[in-house]
């Protein structure tokens, strides 16, 4: 009878503790499951975010580029002239201005 009870109580410690790792499986299961939505989800706003900044460079090249293009330009004699001409009403030799009466 006392081999009995022993047995019994084993098999019912032997049920708890199976249903105690099944139910700390089931909760690491749960928490995996989340993390993993979350990271997810950073990985598309990350992913957003490096599409806009990767158009950001595109833009800063382009404007990089145009500065540099009227760097250029700005060394040029024919931009001499025309500040020299719009800013400072400075003409060629033999040059006839015409003003408008105001």
């Known amino acids: 009878m006392v081999k009995r009870r022993l047995a019994f109580r084993r098999r019912r410690q032997n049920r708890l503790g ?3 790792v099944t139910i700390a499986v ?3 299961l749960l928490v995996v499951g989340v993390k ?3 990271l997810h989800e950073k990985q598309r706003v990350y992913a957003e975010r490096e599409t806009a900044l990767e158009e950001q460079i595109a833009m800063e ?3 990089t580029q145009e500065i540099e293009e ?3 330009y700005t060394r040029t004699k024919k931009y001499a ?3 020299a001409k719009d800013k400072l009403g400075l003409v060629h030799k033999g040059e006839i201005i015409f003003k408008e009466k105001e």
Request: net charge positive; glycine share 0%.
């Open 61 to 63: 090249k382009q404007r």
């Open 18 to 20: 199976m249903f105690l």
């Open 70 to 72: 009227f760097r250029k």
């Open 26 to 28: 089931l909760m690491l």
């Open 81 to 83: 002239e025309e500040v």
């Open 36 to 38: 993993s939505i979350e």
